[in-house]
C-alpha cells in the first residue's frame, strides 16, 4: 500500500495507542516510542497495534504512517482511526444481581445460602448417538 517512490516510513500515534513495528527478520517488534524514528520500507514489515483500555468515544484514537522518499522528504500520509472496545467475561460471583468487574469473591465459592462464587452447570450427556 506504499506509494511509488517511497523508502521508508514512520509512525505516530496517540497516547491510548501502542505500536510495534517488525521488521528484518526480528523475532521481537520494537515498539514506536516517539516520532522521529523510521524504518525502512521493507517487504515482511509489519505494523502492529494494540490498545490496553476501552475507548471513551468512537474514534478517539490514530495512527498516522508517513511515507518517505529517498531524499528523506515526506510523499504522503496514511492514517486510521481506531476504536478500543473493552469486553468482559465476568460474573455475578456474589450472587446479588450484579456483575462487578472487581469482586474479591471472583476467586473463592462457598456453598450455602451466604455463599458466593460462579455456578457453572455442564451438560455432559450424548443426545445424538
Known amino acids: 500500500a506504499a506509494p511509488a517512490g517511497a523508502v521508508s ?3 505516530k500515534h496517540t497516547e491510548g495507542v501502542s505500536v510495534d513495528v517488525v ?3 526480528r523475532a521481537e517488534a520494537e515498539p ?4 522521529g524514528t523510521r524504518w525502512p520500507l521493507e517487504e515482511g514489515t509489519v505494523l502492529r497495534f494494540s490498545m490496553s483500555q476501552a475507548s471513551t468515544e468512537v474514534n478517539d ?3 498516522t504512517v508517513s511515507f518517505y522518499g529517498e531524499e528523506g522528504k515526506p510523499i504522503t500520509q496514511a492514517g486510521v482511526f481506531l476504536t478500543g472496545i473493552g469486553i468482559s467475561l465476568d460474573v ?4 446479588d444481581s450484579v456483575v462487578e468487574r472487581n469482586s474479591p469473591n471472583k476467586a473463592s465459592w462457598t456453598w450455602g445460602p451466604e455463599g458466593h462464587g460462579a455456578i457453572l452447570l455442564v451438560g455432559c450427556d450424548r443426545e445424538i448417538p
Open 9 to 11: 516510513f514512520g509512525v
Open 23 to 25: 521488521w528484518r527478520g
Open 32 to 35: 514506536v516510542a516517539g516520532s
Open 61 to 63: 484514537n490514530k495512527v
Open 92 to 95: 455475578d460471583a456474589d450472587q
